[in-house]
């Protein structure tokens, strides 16, 4: 991605009360948030509150320049043949012109009108403007990972096989790691200038920024595959597992268990202790961490062919440490955190990775 161009998508976000943040190349966006403006006890320079079906309120803070950019930005990104190759007119531009040129015309333009600055300093007078008109702010710096294949290196150890593009192996590069945490010293960054600017607001992450994405699809994997034994432990389909079907189940499907550790997790699944386990404590109650050690025990297939190696044990206990970092952090500055939704296939492993940490903080 070009420090300039960001692309911006629609996304669920899954609120908690600590803090939120995301990634594309050292620039951060404010994402416009009525519902914090609208309900926040916060005395602002004004006591407005944006009504953005009155338009004279919602563009009286606007210049003639802003405006006028905004249409032109809004008309370009309508034609598609544009959108579809605007990297391809981008490094050809930049190659005729320099990049500096192009930097200051995308900084003008694009940026200017979808971002508010490259630091605490820059983004101030955004997020000032937008709060004397009513608007809150999430600081969200743009950086999110999607699953590409990788190009081999002949340094690497790993075996890698390319066919028609795709890729028969894991490959996990130690380049990528160090930028998760470079990332992560980006993100306690936002959650200051959320704390100096905005603190009423939010900062948001992106997950993808923390882990290799081909590690989140294969930690999705493994936790849908867990829920949909729930099915086989139910043996009589009533929707409840009960400690007999429990304990029947696990010796058939896991190797040298024994009556202690099926009766503490069985307890521990039923966290209401009612006697016995329904769906929504079944899927509340998977920790992947702890799962990956039953399943290298497992004699299922489906099981055995979704467990971590690990190497990607390692790499997943390393992205939720980040996770941790930035979330202890939030709640030490007192900042709100939110984590963006990402596409369909890593949601499960975010999805589980946030639950676990709603529930040690958004405990008031």
């Known amino acids: 991605h070009h420090p300039y161009m960001n692309i911006l998508k629609s996304s669920v976000c899954i609120p908690f009360r600590t803090t939120h943040v995301s990634v594309y190349k050292n620039t951060i966006k404010i994402r416009l948030n009525t519902n914090t403006a ?16 009155d338009a004279r309120q919602s ?28 990297e391809r007119f981008l490094k050809l531009s930049t190659s005729v012109m320099g990049v500096t040129a192009i930097n200051a015309l995308l900084k003008a333009t694009f940026f200017g009108h979808f971002c508010a600055g490259i630091d605490e300093a820059s983004i101030r007078p955004s997020v000032e403007r937008l709060r004397v008109n009513g608007v809150g702010g999430i600081l969200d710096y743009a950086a999110e990972a999607d699953i590409t ?14 066919t028609g593009g795709a890729v028969q192996c894991r490959l996990y590069d130690y380049e990528g790691e160090i930028n998760c945490d470079k990332n992560v ?3 306690l960054s936002c959650i200051r200038a959320v704390h100096n600017t905005t603190p009423e607001g939010f900062a948001a992450v992106k997950v993808t920024a923390l882990g290799q994405p081909h590690l989140l699809e294969r930690i999705s994997t493994a936790i849908v595959e867990t829920r949909k034994l729930f099915g086989r432990f139910d043996r009589d389909g009533n929707g409840k597992i ?10 058939e499907i896991f190797c040298d268990s024994t009556e202690e550790e099926i009766v503490s997790i069985f307890d521990r699944f039923d966290c209401a202790h009612t006697g016995y386990i329904d769906y929504v404590e079944w899927t509340n109650a998977i920790r992947i961490t702890e799962l990956w050690h039953l399943m290298n025990r497992s004699k299922l297939k489906t099981l ?37 939704a990402e596409q369909t296939y890593f949601q499960p492993a975010i999805d589980h990775m946030v639950l676990h940490l709603q529930r040690k903080y958004n405990r008031k």
């Open 304 to 340: 055995t062919d979704v467990t971590l190696t690990q190497e990607e044990y390692q790499l997943m206990s390393n992205m939720i440490e980040r996770l941790n970092k930035i979330a202890d952090y939030a709640a030490e500055m007192e900042v709100r955190l939110m984590v963006d």
């Open 59 to 86: 563009f009286q803070s606007r210049t003639m320049f802003d405006l006028v950019r905004a249409y032109i930005v809004f008309s370009l990104c309508q034609w598609r043949w544009l959108v579809k190759n605007s």
């Open 185 to 187: 010293q980006i993100f």
């Open 242 to 251: 009960t400690s007999d079907e429990f304990k029947k189940t696990f010796l």
């Open 38 to 53: 609208q309900q926040t006890t916060h005395k602002s320079a004004s006591q407005v509150i944006a009504a953005f079906n």
């Open 149 to 162: 294949a990788p190009t081999p290196k002949k340094a690497s150890s790993h075996t890698t096989d390319y």
